[in-house]
């Protein structure tokens, strides 16, 4: 479960509504155009392709209400396509832990904070051991 606070939002997921409209937008206009508008003027312009790749499936993910469970964990992000999507969501990590390893795969717990609201969000992320780095 996704654990929000410091946002008044309705649903059966406080506050991850945010999280889902901000993504729903990013995927209808495109980085280009979401850059443009974003004060932060995320994703940065010098992002690779491949970075840019995974900032496209981890909203995507969020658009799909990934990440909010260890049950329904974002998957195929990695740690930086993990990193690189909630930074153009203006997240940055706050706590970091392992809750599981299988021998192929680490579940992480991420609690990460908006930088200019302060809103808190849990969520979970799963790595594939070989693309960990």
């Known amino acids: 479960m996704v654990k929000i606070t410091g946002i008044d939002s309705s649903g059966p997921t406080p506050g991850f509504g945010y999280l889902v409209c901000k993504a729903e937008r ?23 392709p491949e970075t840019m790749a995974a900032i496209h499936r981890g909203m995507e993910q969020i658009c799909q209400r990934k990440g909010t469970s260890r049950e329904n964990p974002f998957v195929n992000l ?6 690189a999507t909630l930074a153009t969501l203006h997240f940055e990590l706050e706590r970091q832990s ?5 021998g ?7 609690r990460m904070k908006h930088r200019v609201t302060g809103m808190v969000v849990e969520l979970f992320n799963k790595v594939s051991i070989d693309s960990a780095s």
């Open 78 to 83: 990695g740690v930086h396509g993990f990193h």
């Open 104 to 110: 192929e795969a680490i579940l992480d717990r991420m």
């Open 98 to 102: 392992i809750e599981a390893t299988d």
């Open 26 to 48: 990013y995927l209808a206009i495109g980085p280009d155009k979401y850059r443009k508008a974003d004060y932060f003027k995320m994703p940065p312009v010098d992002s690779s």
